[in-house]
């Protein structure tokens, strides 16, 4: 059974960090790309960053030089490590495993707000 469990989210300040993780199970998960999604109210979900497992990262411009992506071989986790957060990055974060087959995690609530 595949498995994506999310956690890590929470309700931060405009300006605070937050650090979301996506445990990934029931996967060769070297053999996936793992990408992170987000998905405001009234919104499509839309890209945030990716991580290939030999290493190349991309992310949206609206992230860039905030969020920072990385990927634990042994753990089977992905982690997005978001900086300067501000009310616009407020929405739901999806762990997203595309490979063989594509996965999805449940999602974890990410809010920023004074």
């Known amino acids: 059974q595949v498995q994506l469990v999310e956690s890590g989210g929470g309700l931060v300040q405009p300006g605070g960090s937050l650090t979301l993780s996506c445990a990934a199970s029931g996967i060769a998960f070297g053999l996936y790309a793992m990408s992170w999604y987000r998905q405001s109210t009234g919104k499509q979900r839309e890209f945030v960053a990716t991580?290939?497992?030999?290493?190349?990262?991309n992310y949206a411009d609206s992230v860039k030089g905030r969020f920072t992506i990385s990927r634990d071989t042994a753990k089977n986790t992905v982690n997005l490590q978001m900086n300067s957060l501000n009310p616009e990055d407020t929405a739901v974060y999806y762990c997203?495993?595309?490979?063989?087959?594509?996965?999805w995690g449940q999602g974890t609530q990410v809010t920023v707000s004074s």
């Open positions: 991580i290939l497992s030999h290493g190349f990262i």
């Open positions: 997203k495993a595309a490979g063989p087959r594509v996965y």
